[in-house]
Nanobody
Framework: QVDLIESGGGLAQAGGSLTLSCSTS????????MGWYRQTPGKQRELVAS??????????WYADFVKGRFTISRDNAKNTLYLQMNGLKPEDTAMYYC???????????WGQGTQVTVSS
């Protein structure tokens, strides 16, 4: 069992930046896979970015719609997962959820979400 708490959402202008954080209740180094999903009303939740722990470090994956703009990372010392979001677009407006599991994109644990709103 792991509890996940997101923070960092808010209002940003198009072209701006936000950094989402996800703190974990257990050592993040012991969690093999973590990711960020997003969801807007009436749409399915979609995977934005994920990392899988591999022997040489973390292997990151990004959805095409955020490649080159978003960066996923984790800080083992702080037990925190991040999503650095640059070049924000109005279509990035969504509730963003942190997730953890054994191997992305299959996740077992979810946070409550943090709202990101991008104005044009």
């Amino acid at each position: 069992q792991v509890d996940l708490i997101e923070s960092g959402g808010g209002l940003a202008q198009a072209g701006g930046s936000l950094t989402l954080s996800c703190s974990t209740s257990k050592s993040i180094d012991s969690i093999n896979a973590m990711g960020w999903y997003r969801q807007t009303p009436g749409k399915q939740r979609e995977l934005v970015a994920s990392i899988n722990k591999i022997r040489s470090g973390d292997s990151a994956w990004y959805a095409d719609f955020v490649k080159g703009r978003f960066t996923i990372s984790r800080d083992n010392a702080k037990n925190t997962l991040y999503l650095q979001m640059n070049g924000l677009k109005p279509e990035d407006t969504a509730m963003y959820y942190c997730a953890a599991g054994t191997y992305a994109p299959v996740f077992d644990y979810w946070g409550q979400g943090t709202q990101v709103t991008v104005s044009s």
